[in-house]
T-cell receptor, first 114, second 111 residues
Framework: EPEVTQTPSHQVTQMGQEVILRCVPI?????FYWYRQILGQKVEFLVS????????KSEIFDDQFSVERPDGSNFTLKIRSTKLEDSAMYFC????????????FGPGTRLTVL | TQLLEQSPQFLSIQEGENLTVYCNSS?????LQWYRQEPGEGPVLLVT?????EVKKLKRLTFQFGDARKDSSLHITAAQPGDTGLYLC???????????FGEGTQLTVNP
């Protein structure tokens, strides 16, 4: 069964450094998402992406964040200058097309900012 | 942003008991998904409900979407230790496609 994959599984970085989190969505899916989950808290929406542009973003997704689909398979989240409070699990998700289609989640990247 | 309240937050029961987890909102969702999440892993889909009043069964798990599409429940019959885990509900907002998650229910089934 097709699944969303994410790399790396764990990323440790110093405060102020840039990180890029990578995702490969399910191949016939058209909508892509990033969510994050701070330890002990609920999953929060960051951004959605469709047709090579951001379709929706939350108040968390400020100027230090950016997303890109550099080729036909990868979907990336870049954090330009990491802060301690960016430490969290970051989940990529994708869905096929219709608004009622299910969003399928990847296994996540645990980002630790020191 | 729509809010989704999930209860209870923690539930510890004995093997063989039944339980129900609730997700409630004052807002309408276009669909609602239930996930199960293991520590350090991503949410794994259990079911998606779309139509108001819809009931779906997955072995001993029964999911219901409220008639007004504002609430949902997950009922587990004869719980087993293998059911132990974090259960999440997530509603898809009617404007846009973001998912709003509940806080989760940490279920422990004791043998």
């Amino acid at each position: 069964e097709p699944e969303v994959t994410q790399t790396p599984s764990h990323q440790v970085t110093q405060m102020g450094q840039e990180v890029i989190l990578r995702c490969v969505p399910i191949s016939n899916h058209l909508y892509f998402y990033w969510y994050r989950q701070i330890l002990g808290q609920k999953v929060e929406f960051l951004v959605s992406f469709y047709n090579n542009e951001i379709s929706e973003k939350s108040e968390i997704f400020d100027d230090q964040f950016s997303v890109e689909r550099p080729d036909g398979s990868n979907f990336t989240l870049k954090i330009r200058s990491t802060k301690l409070e960016d430490s969290a699990m970051y989940f990529c998700a994708s869905r096929r097309q219709r608004s009622t289609d299910t969003q399928y989640f990847g296994p996540g990247t645990r980002l630790t900012v020191l | 942003t729509q809010l989704l309240e999930q209860s209870p937050q923690f539930l510890s029961i004995q093997e063989g008991e039944n339980l129900t987890v609730y997700c409630n909102s004052s807002s309408v969702f276009s669909s609602l998904q239930w996930y199960r999440q293991e520590p350090g892993e991503g949410p794994v889909l259990l079911v998606t409900v779309v139509t108001g009043g819809e009931v779906k069964k997955l072995k001993r798990l029964t999911f219901q979407f409220g008639d007004a599409r504002k609430d949902s429940s997950l009922h587990i019959t004869a719980a087993q230790p293998g059911d132990t885990g974090l259960y999440l509900c997530a509603g898809q907002e009617t404007s846009g496609s973001r998912l709003t998650f509940g806080e989760g229910t940490q279920l422990t089934v004791n043998p």
